[in-house]
C-alpha cells in the first residue's frame, strides 16, 4: 500500500491525513476484492459493502473543511462506515464469496483505522476544549466556569 508522499501540504488539508490515506486504500482494495465475488453473488452486498467502504474516506473528506466539533461528528461517521464493513465482510465471508484470509486483512485494515480514527478524535476533542476554554476567558472574563 502506498503512503502518502513527503510533499508540502496540499490545498485539501484532509489528503495530509494519514487515515485518509489508509481508507482511500481500503476502498480500493475493497472495490477489486469484490469485484471477483461469484456472478450470483448478491448485488445489494457487492454494492453495499463498497458503498461503506467509500464512506469512510468521504466522511473525512467532508468533515474536514468545518469546524472541530463537526470534523469529529463525521469522523465518527467513518467510524460507523467502518462497522458497516465488518458486517459486509463476515457476510461475504459466511456467504463464500470472500475467503478467510481476504475476511482477516479486511478486519485488520478497518481495526486499524478505528484506532487511528479514536485517536484523531481525542486529539480534536483534547483541542476542542481547550479552545472553548480560552474562548470563554477571552470573551466572558468575569464569569466564574
Same mark, same amino acid.
Given at each position: 500500500?502506498?503512503?502518502?508522499?513527503?510533499?508540502?501540504?496540499?490545498?485539501? /488539508?484532509?489528503?495530509?491525513?494519514?487515515? $485518509?490515506?489508509?481508507?482511500?486504500? $481500503?476502498? !480500493?482494495?475493497? &472495490?477489486?476484492? *469484490?469485484?471477483?465475488?461469484?456472478?450470483?453473488?448478491?448485488?445489494?452486498?457487492?454494492?453495499?459493502?463498497?458503498?461503506? #467502504?467509500?464512506?469512510?474516506?468521504?466522511?473525512? *473528506?467532508?468533515?474536514?473543511? /468545518?469546524?472541530?466539533?463537526?470534523? !469529529?461528528?463525521?469522523? /465518527?461517521?467513518?467510524?460507523? #462506515?467502518?462497522?458497516?464493513?465488518?458486517?459486509?465482510?463476515?457476510? *461475504?465471508?459466511?456467504?463464500?464469496?470472500?475467503?478467510?484470509?481476504?475476511?482477516?486483512?479486511? /478486519?485488520? =485494515?478497518? +481495526?486499524?483505522?478505528?484506532? +487511528?480514527?479514536? *485517536?484523531?478524535?481525542?486529539?480534536?476533542?483534547?483541542?476542542?476544549?481547550? &479552545? =472553548?476554554?480560552?474562548?470563554?476567558?477571552?470573551?466572558?472574563? #468575569?464569569?466564574?466556569?
Amino acid at each position: 500500500m502506498n503512503e502518502p508522499s513527503n510533499k508540502q501540504s496540499t490545498f485539501f /488539508r484532509f489528503e495530509d491525513l494519514r487515515i $485518509y490515506h489508509k481508507a482511500l486504500e $481500503y476502498s !480500493i482494495w475493497v &472495490n477489486n476484492t *469484490a469485484r471477483d465475488f461469484a456472478p450470483e453473488c448478491d448485488g445489494d452486498l457487492t454494492k453495499g459493502f463498497c458503498n461503506s #467502504a467509500r464512506q469512510i474516506s468521504l466522511q473525512i *473528506a467532508e468533515g474536514s473543511a /468545518r469546524e472541530k466539533s463537526f470534523f !469529529i461528528s463525521h469522523l /465518527r461517521e467513518a467510524k460507523s #462506515a467502518i462497522r458497516s464493513c465488518v458486517v459486509y465482510s463476515t457476510f *461475504a465471508n459466511k456467504l463464500g464469496y470472500l475467503s478467510d484470509f481476504d475476511d482477516e486483512e479486511s /478486519r485488520n =485494515q478497518l +481495526m486499524e483505522m478505528t484506532k +487511528m480514527l479514536g *485517536a484523531l478524535i481525542t486529539s480534536l476533542q483534547k483541542n476542542l476544549s481547550g &479552545n =472553548q476554554e480560552q474562548y470563554e476567558e477571552e470573551y466572558y472574563p #468575569a464569569k466564574n466556569w
